[in-house]
């Protein structure tokens, strides 16, 4: 009885097929883990949100400009924090888009290879900075000298820490938006030259509208992460709801107001408690917002170019 052998061709096969396998088994495991986490994470703000707007209805939630959840006339309009939470994201991003942009074409296009390698570690050195630090860098050192040129400027304000975090996620700009321009095939390049364009030109007229879906990618990121910082607005801009948009007055956003409220300010599992996961719903919604625009932008620009 003749015994059946496998050749070490196929066995290499198919244990590299089974190794394929695996990989493509872990691979899946993770991004079905990811995709779990956010729909857990949406299941516990609904959950949570329903038996607050059993009490608060709708309509005065989004549209009641007061938000007094610690008085005894108790009023809960999002408003006086979506106010805050919008006036500090556009000036960070006020801040961090022309100098993230400016930076990224610098470094794609102009710089050595030895001043890229060495400006790139440094500003991916500012991600690793505890917000907590910006957040003490905004009210004791970036106010104060916006009070030298604002007397008036109160020392809790949302313009303080507005520059401060846009400062913060000009890497994240500059990272994404120069990888972005670095990906461009460099015959586009070679082109713009041989008809007679100037770097500067190549740069601005080419390179970047080619890159531009990319450059927006960078932006979605840079809102996202602006809309959803808690540390420096709770440290620098103040802790009072107020509806308004100008940059010189304190406010809350609403990170803030869920810090302070998980810190023990309310009486856990009342309506005050339960308000936070309904703020909570409201930021992801902002940030869904946000998100699905710029990703619109992102398609359009990118069929354009």
Same mark, same amino acid.
């Given at each position: ?86 006036? %500090? $994201? #556009?000036?960070? !991003?006020?801040?961090? @888009?022309?100098? &993230?942009?400016?930076?990224?074409? *610098?470094?794609?296009?102009? =710089? ?41 400027? %109160? $020392? #809790?304000?949302? !313009?303080?820490?507005? @520059?401060?975090? &846009?400062?913060?996620?000009?890497? *994240?700009?500059?990272?994404? =938006? ?128």
């Amino acid at each position: 009885m003749s015994e059946t052998t496998i050749s070490p061709q196929l066995a290499k096969k198919f244990s590299r097929n089974l190794i394929e396998r695996l990989i493509e088994f872990g691979l899946l495991c993770s991004a079905a883990f990811a995709v779990l986490i956010t729909a857990a994470i949406v299941f516990v703000l609904v959950s949570e949100a329903i038996p607050f707007f059993q009490h608060v209805s709708l309509y005065d939630f989004f549209t009641d400009t007061v938000w007094t959840p610690n008085y005894s006339i108790k009023h809960y309009g999002i408003l006086a924090l979506v106010s805050g939470t919008l006036t %500090t $994201t #556009f000036i960070a !991003l006020f801040v961090a @888009i022309p100098l &993230g942009t400016i930076t990224a074409i *610098y470094l794609s296009e102009f =710089a050595s290879h030895k001043v890229r390698e060495t400006i790139k570690p440094i500003l991916e050195l500012l991600v690793g900075v505890p917000t907590v630090v910006f957040g003490y860098f905004a009210l004791m050192m970036v106010t104060p000298l916006l009070q030298k040129i604002y007397p008036d400027l %109160t $020392t #809790f304000n949302m !313009l303080g820490p507005g @520059i401060v975090m &846009g400062i913060m996620i000009v890497p *994240y700009i500059a990272s994404v =938006a120069e990888d972005s321009m670095r990906a461009v095939p460099m015959a586009m390049r070679e082109g713009a030259y041989a008809m007679g364009a100037t770097r500067f030109q190549t740069a601005v007229r080419v390179i970047t509208p080619a890159a531009i879906s990319g450059i927006v990618a960078a932006y979605i990121l840079a809102i996202s992460r602006a809309v959803g910082e808690t540390m420096i607005v709770a440290i620098a801009a103040g802790q009072q709801p107020n509806f308004t948009f100008n940059p010189v007055e304190s406010a809350a956003t609403i990170t803030s107001y869920i810090v302070s409220v998980a810190l023990g300010d309310l009486e856990h599992g009342g309506i005050g408690y339960q308000s936070i996961f309904a703020a909570g719903l409201t930021l992801l919604l902002m940030t869904l917002s946000f998100n699905i625009v710029g990703h619109m932008a992102r398609k359009k620009f990118a069929e354009r170019y």
